[in-house]
C-alpha cells in the first residue's frame, strides 16, 4: 500500500527526469544507452559480458534455427540478446551497406559503398566471390531493456521491486520482488520475466531484466556489455550527450546512402517519455521484432483512479441519503 500511495506523487506522462520522479532531489545526468546497430557486427561480445558480471545462469544454447540465433529473445537470463536478421533488399540498398575496403556487397547495384564506420578487415580471398552475392544483407542490433522513463513495469508493481535509480535507469531488487509477475504483463517491449530456474539459483521465480549494471555505475564504471563491444555500437553515457550524438550520426548515414535509417526511442515525446537506451536502426523497428509505436500501459492509470474515487463518492453519497431518509423514498 505504500508503495501505492508514493507512487501517487509520480507523474505518469510529460517529459520528467525519472531520477526526480523517483524521489532522488539532486541527481547526476541520466545515463543510458545508444546502440548505433549499423556497426554491430553480432559478435554477442556483450551477451557473454553481461552473463559473466551479473552471474546470470546459462539459458540454453541451442540454434533457434532462425538464423544464427541461440538466445532468441530478450528474458530472465538473457538481458543483453543480439538479433541476426537476414534481409532482402533492393541492390542499391545491398550496395549501400558493403563494407568498404573489403568489396563485400560490392558489384550489387550502382550506388557506392558507404562507410558505417566498421572496421574493414582484409578478408581470406578478398573480393573473389563478391560478384556472387544476392541482394541480401545482415541486420544485427544488440537489444535491451529500455530503461523508459515512464516504465510501466515500476508503475504496477505492488511491492516497489521496481525502481528508477539516481541515474535514472530501471532496476528490480530481488530481496523484494514478491514474484506476481505483474510487471511481465506492462511491459510494453516484452522485456522482463520471471526466472524459472535453474533449481537453486537465488533469483528463481523473481522479476528479471539489465540493472543497467547499477553496481558498475555507483563505482563510477562502464557497463559490461557497453565496455566488452569491439565496434562502440554500445555506446553508454549522458543521455543528453548521447542523443545529440546519435542525430549527427543519422545524418551521417542517411547523407552516405542509408535512407531508412531512422533513432528508435530517442524522441522523449514517444508513449513512454523517451527511453533510456535508444536505438539506430537501418529500417523500421518492425523488421527487428520492436513494437513500432510502443505506448505505457498505464498511460489511462490518473484517469481511472479518478473515475474510481467519483464511483466510491457516488456510493458513499448514497448511503449518506439513504441512512438520513431512514431508507425512506
Ligand atoms: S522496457 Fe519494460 S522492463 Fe524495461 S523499463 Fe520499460 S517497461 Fe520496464
Ligand atoms: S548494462 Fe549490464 S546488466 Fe544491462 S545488458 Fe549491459 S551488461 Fe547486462
Known amino acids: ?28 545526468p541520466r545515463k543510458g544507452f545508444f546502440t548505433d546497430t549499423s556497426v554491430c557486427i553480432g559478435c554477442k561480445a556483450c551477451e557473454v559480458a553481461c552473463k559473466e558480471w551479473n552471474l546470470i545462469p546459462e539459458d540454453g544454447l541451442e540454434l533457434t534455427g532462425n538464423s544464427y540465433d541461440n538466445t532468441g529473445s530478450l528474458g530472465s537470463s538473457t538481458w543483453r540478446h543480439v538479433a541476426f536478421i537476414e534481409q532482402e533488399v533492393p541492390a542499391h540498398l545491398a550496395a549501400a551497406s558493403a563494407i568498404p575496403g573489403t568489396g563485400a556487397g560490392a558489384g550489387l547495384g550502382t550506388a557506392p559503398p558507404v562507410d558505417l ?37 515500476l508503475d504496477v508493481c505492488p511491492t516497489g521491486a521496481l525502481a528508477h535509480t539516481e541515474f535514472g535507469t530501471v532496476v528490480v531488487q530481488n530481496d523484494i520482488c514478491n514474484g506476481c509477475g505483474y510487471c511481465v504483463s ?37 557497463p559490461a556489455c557497453a565496455k566488452a563491444c569491439p565496434t562502440d555500437s554500445i ?6 550527450e548521447l542523443r545529440e550524438r546519435a542525430v549527427g550520426r543519422l545524418d551521417q548515414l542517411v547523407e552516405a546512402g542509408e535512407p531508412r535509417a531512422q533513432l ?3 524522441d522523449a515525446r514517444n508513449g ?32 481511472m483512479w479518478r473515475q474510481a474515487a467519483l464511483a466510491a463518492a457516488t456510493l458513499l453519497g448514497g448511503a449518506v441519503v ?7 423514498p
Open 1 to 28: 500500500m505504500s508503495a501505492f500511495l508514493s507512487d501517487l506523487g509520480r507523474s505518469f506522462f510529460g517529459d520528467v527526469d525519472p531520477a526526480v520522479d523517483g524521489g532522488y532531489e539532486d541527481p547526476p
Open 117 to 153: 564506420g566498421l572496421p574493414t578487415p582484409t578478408l581470406p580471398g578478398e573480393t573473389a566471390d563478391a560478384g556472387d552475392a544476392t541482394d541480401f544483407r545482415w541486420l544485427m542490433e544488440s537489444d535491451v531493456c529500455k530503461h523508459c522513463t515512464h516504465a510501466a513495469c
Open 186 to 222: 506492462a511491459c510494453p517491449y516484452g522485456v522482463i520475466e520471471r526466472r524459472p530456474g535453474p533449481a537453486g539459483d537465488p533469483a528463481v521465480g523473481i522479476a528479471q531484466k539489465c540493472t543497467l549494471c547499477y553496481d558498475r555505475l555507483t563505482e563510477g564504471m562502464t
Open 235 to 240: 555506446q553508454f553515457g549522458d543521455l543528453d
Open 264 to 266: 528508435y526511442g530517442h
Open 272 to 303: 513512454v517519455g523517451g527511453t533510456g537506451a535508444f536505438f539506430l536502426l537501418l529500417d523500421d523497428p518492425e523488421v527487428y521484432g520492436l513494437p513500432p509505436d510502443p505506448v505505457v500501459t498505464t498511460r489511462r492509470a490518473p484517469a
Open 322 to 328: 439513504a441512512f438520513a431518509t431512514g431508507g425512506r
